[in-house]
């Protein structure tokens, strides 16, 4: 406790304000969060917001030790404590009556029971993440021709969102679906565990979450009767090495974590892509440099992913009671992995704010989590970011955004830090 004592001592006035009075339940603070998450891993590592009634991990060494011990920091029960918030009994009522039932979500299940780890790695392999690439890229290529010539677009609108909608849907063989339909579909999952819903947001999004998983279960019985070349059926018939397989409660709830994460966390990562081509020419000319070297270009979009990792924030649950960074965590805590704040921890990355592709510990960033849970779709997500970047910069120059920094609308959620509209403007290169 002396060393964070002394660490108090060298925080500036206004980053002892933050530790004393900021929460990530600010929505102006969840949008530009980094100078709280600087005051953090300098004074209070492990601190605890009591408006979110949660510990926040901000340093890169501390969220090792959690990703080391997946059993006295839950994943799953984390998961738990944090679903619905407030609202969770009346949530999970009306799931049971309009949705067809409460589906537990299963892809946090800790590592005493891998099997459905192993099954879902089965769906991403790196041959069949590899064999999607053609696909991926005529779709880019068909996106940008709508509006190339216009000069603008609203890059979350009409290119991040309908993108990775797109290549989700197509690979759990649902290409038919209406766009807005998956949107809202995708949304409401993620709001579950936003901790920003209000009693009316919370119907809204489970109304939606029960047509979801209405859909959902005439699929997958489709699917039991009539398999097709599509990672539904290989979810529904999918066998273990134990020689089991996967209940109608799981194939479900795997499908439908696949459709939120698969769309709402890339598409913010593609947002993000935007906001850097409009933001900064630096890196932007670098991009261009790199786009036709398959290695540097792999370089290129890990640094940034770095930088601007999807996902905020992810849960934890204590299991018994047990010291972190010298912080008494006690059992049945609610803990949030702040990743962006560990990429940006100098103690790990060196000038951490800079943009550096030859970083030797690139490949050790978190923003696609760590140990036993790290996200089991990160080679798709990777490579529908580099298809989107490599296309885009192949095709469009002069970059710049159309509103101000300032101005720029996120969606009210402390687990990712998404831009709800991004208009931009750019030259089509002849």
């Known amino acids: ?45 492990v601190h605890f917001d009591p408006v979110l009634g949660s510990w926040l991990v901000s340093r890169f060494e501390d969220m ?59 769906a991403f392999t790196a041959r069949r993440v590899k064999s999607l690439e053609p696909g991926i890229v005529e779709l880019v290529n068909g996106m940008i021709d709508k509006f190339a010539e216009r000069g603008r677009c609203d890059a979350v609108r009409e290119f991040a969102q309908p993108m990775t909608i797109a290549v989700i849907c197509e690979q759990l063989g649902f290409e038919q679906l209406d766009a807005g339909r998956v949107e809202r579909w995708s949304h409401a999952v993620m709001q579950t565990v936003s901790a920003m819903q209000t009693h009316e947001t919370m119907l809204e999004n489970a109304k939606e979450m029960a047509g979801l ?11 039991q009767e009539q398999p097709r070349e599509d990672i539904t059926s290989d979810l529904v018939h999918a066998i273990g090495e134990d020689g089991s397989k996967l209940s109608l409660a799981e194939t479900l709830s795997l499908t439908r974590a696949m459709i939120a994460a698969g769309n709402e966390t890339t598409a913010t990562a593609v947002a993000n892509l935007f906001f850097l081509l409009a933001t900064n020419p630096e890196q932007t000319q670098l991009l261009r440099q790199v786009a036709d070297d398959d290695r540097q ?24 009671d047990v010291e972190l960074a010298g912080k008494a965590i006690p059992k049945d805590a609610h803990m949030l992995l702040l990743f962006p704040s560990a990429n940006y921890d100098p103690s790990a990355f060196a000038n951490p704010l800079s943009f550096d ?67 931009i403007s750019f030259s089509r290169i002849a």
């Open 64 to 122: 090792q030790t959690v990703f080391r011990d997946p059993i006295t920091f839950s994943a799953n029960y984390g998961l738990k404590l944090f679903y619905a918030g407030a609202f969770a009994q009346e949530f999970r009522a009306i799931l049971e009556r309009d949705g067809g039932g409460y589906f537990e979500d299963v892809v946090p299940t800790d590592p005493h029971n891998p099997r459905i780890r192993k099954l879902m790695e089965q």
């Open 357 to 423: 592709m030859g970083r030797g510990n690139l490949g050790q960033n978190t923003a696609f989590g760590g140990g036993a849970h790290r996200c089991v779709g990160a080679a798709l997500a990777r490579m529908e970011l580099k298809v989107a970047a490599r296309e885009i910069i192949k095709r469009l120059t002069d970059f710049k955004l159309e509103i101000d920094i300032a101005d720029i609308k996120f969606v009210p959620t402390v687990t990712t830090r998404s831009i709800a509209s991004l208009p």
């Open 297 to 320: 270009l792999t370089r290129w979009v890990e640094e940034f992913l770095r930088l601007y990792p999807p996902v905020r924030c992810i849960s934890r649950g204590i299991t018994r």
């Open 213 to 223: 998983q209405l859909f959902l279960l005439d699929r997958l019985r489709e699917r």
């Open 1 to 45: 406790m002396q060393a964070n004592s002394t660490a108090i001592s060298e925080l500036s006035p206004h980053q002892e304000e933050l530790l004393a009075t900021a929460t990530l339940m600010d929505p102006v603070l969840a949008a530009f969060p980094n100078e709280f998450y600087a005051a953090m891993r300098l004074g209070d590592p």
